[in-house]
Nanobody, 122 residues
Framework: QVQLVESGGGLVQPGGSLRLSCAAS???????????MGWYRQTPGKQRELVAA???????NYADAVKGRFTISRDNAKNTVSLQMHSLKPEDTAVYYC?????????????WGQGTQVTVSS
């Protein structure tokens, strides 16, 4: 079983910055580096959407809406993944979820964190 715990959400004014972190523990502990890690977000009444992902090899992928403003990174030694968010907009307001996506050869399901609220408002 894999546990993911997000932190760093909060209230920020438009144009501000926040840094989200996700710490992984459990069965992922010794193999964190082979997981693709991602950040998703969800607002009421909408589907959860991908914000950014980073593969085991360090390749990154971003939603068009956040390109140039958000940066995803990982620290395999600490089993953490972070999302640095700059130039935040009101439309970035959402609950942000951390996701751990295992390689198919492991034959296990992916895991989600409990989510952290990000509110961008003046």
């Amino acid at each position: 079983q894999v546990q993911l715990v997000e932190s760093g959400g909060g209230l920020v004014q438009p144009g501000g910055s926040l840094r989200l972190s996700c710490a992984a523990s459990g069965n992922i502990f010794s193999i964190f580096s082979i997981y693709t890690m991602g950040w998703y977000r969800q607002t009421p009444g909408k589907q959860r959407e991908l914000v950014a992902a980073i593969t085991s090899g360090g390749s990154t992928n971003y939603a068009d809406a956040v390109k140039g403003r958000f940066t995803i990174s990982r620290d395999n030694a600490k089993n953490t993944v972070s999302l640095q968010m700059h130039s935040l907009k009101p439309e970035d307001t959402a609950v942000y979820y951390c996701n751990a996506d295992p390689p198919p050869r492991l034959g296990v399901f992916g895991s989600w964190g409990q989510g952290t609220q990000v509110t961008v408002s003046s």
